[in-house]
């Protein structure tokens, strides 16, 4: 991979999740691409935040040791009470294991941005829906209000279920990323970061604190 590949990679993964281990660029993982990425900006001023599957203090400290400055976590925030994600999209992160990276949804207000969705059936009935096809001439699905603006939510649409959604919720997009497998309970969010801290300090201090 070269420089720009590296950077574009960075961006991608800041973009929900770990598009480049589906093999978009190079099957790179965070676990390769992040000190290469740190090594890459060594000589600049420039703070890493690793993101994209962490989910834990084992991912939070592991970022760290591969030369993260700080990590940045999606899904699991996603999965807690304050998250304004519907009841039944929040349910849906605790029942599926598996995500795919996909353009699927979207495409018309956001082309050539592939994100990280939850493999429900509807996305794996349609997930070979044609590439000259978008959202645009779907049917309405259903309906949200963002930021206190009412909206259709059309079929194939990158608008997911929030609190004040309803419709057809098991055919809308659900962002997840890679780690959704390994959140097993919504939690306050305040409650996700005190086991982070606490426990990557306990994980450092059995691991490392000998060394
Ligand atoms: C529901 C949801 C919406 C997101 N929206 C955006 C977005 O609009 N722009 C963006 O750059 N990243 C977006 N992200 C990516 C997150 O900022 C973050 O990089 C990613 O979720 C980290 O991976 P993780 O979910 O595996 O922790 C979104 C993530 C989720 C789960």
Redesign the pocket.
Known sequence: MNHIEVLKAVRL??????GILDGFLLQDGLISLLPRVVDLVSDCDITVIA?????DARGYVAALILGAHGV?????F?ATHESF?HPYYKQKLLEYNETNYTNVFGRSRWPGAP??VLRTPFYTEWRHFPDDENEENQPVIGHSVIHGVPKEIHRFAGT?PNATTTGDLDCMVM??????GMIKEILPAAEVLRKLIEEAQQIIQQKFSHV
């Open positions: 993964r800041s973009n929900c999740s770990s993101a994209g599957g962490i989910v940045c976590l999606g899904t699991r996603l994600a994100h990280r997911i962002y997840a990323g890679e780690g959704v």
